[in-house]
């Protein structure tokens, strides 16, 4: 068990709908990260965030967006939905305040399906 | 952009026999990463080199930075079937404040 909570594990949606995933980060780490993995991808960086604050921001889409709340736990917010979207999205966090970063626990993923 | 070019996509292995997945960098990256994901399962940190030319070692596993801190490598010498799964090597880039991820090595071990 990594520490890091995500919800819901498994979500199965229409093309057009707007779906909300969460994440808490392990206690004490400040910083939260978004990742999106596809059948037998990669894992794409799509946003992170420090403390409220986004600090860095890779390839999201502009129907997508994230933001970090006062207790540290995050959510990502993708809309629009297209059957491309389905994927596996994994959330991130990390103890170190600075960069590098450190290690990443990562969730167990929510995967996402779109119909 | 920054990328991180990992290869080869697949390896499958005889139980018994080594495997090695490479990593480079076209820039040069502040630290690199090595995250085993099992299949169903999530990355899970393996270790941190920092240093240029360093060289770890865990077990039957070897990583390994480059002097130009542009390309790493993950050596497991006699694989085991508690190998299989994707191994993920991932840079951090300085300028950026991004971890970026390489796509992976799929590991096969037949027993």
């Known amino acids: 068990d990594s520490g890091v909570t995500q919800t819901p594990k498994h979500l199965i949606t229409a093309t057009g709908q707007r779906v909300t995933l969460r994440c808490s980060p392990r206690?004490?780490?400040?910083?939260v990260y978004w990742y999106q993995q596809s059948l037998d991808q990669g894992l794409q960086f799509l946003i992170q965030y420090y403390n409220g604050e986004e600090r860095a921001k890779g390839n999201i889409l502009e129907r997508f967006s994230a933001q970090q709340f006062p207790d540290l736990h995050s959510e990502l917010n993708l809309s629009s939905l297209e059957l491309g979207d389905s994927a596996l999205y994994f959330c991130?966090?990390?103890?170190?305040?600075?960069?590098?970063?450190?290690?990443?626990?990562f969730g167990e993923g929510s995967r996402l399906t779109v119909l | 952009g920054q990328q991180v070019m990992q290869i080869p996509q697949y390896q499958h292995v005889q139980e018994g026999e080594d495997f090695t997945t490479y990593c480079n960098s076209s820039?040069?990256?502040?630290?690199i990463q090595w995250y085993k994901q099992r299949p169903g399962g999530h990355p899970v940190f393996l270790i941190q080199?920092?240093?240029?030319?360093e060289v770890k070692k865990q077990k039957r596993l070897t990583f390994q930075f480059g002097e130009a801190k542009k390309n790493s490598s993950l050596h497991i010498t006699a694989t085991q079937t508690t190998d299989v799964g994707t191994y993920f090597c991932?840079?951090?880039?300085?300028?950026?404040?991004?971890?970026?991820f390489g796509a992976g090595t799929r590991l096969f071990v037949k027993a």
């Open positions: 991932a840079g951090f880039y300085t300028g950026g404040f991004k971890t970026i």
């Open positions: 080199l920092v240093k240029s030319g």
């Open positions: 991130a966090s990390s103890v170190v305040a600075g960069a590098p970063p450190g290690e990443l626990f």
């Open positions: 820039t040069t990256l502040s630290n």
């Open positions: 206690s004490g780490d400040l910083s």
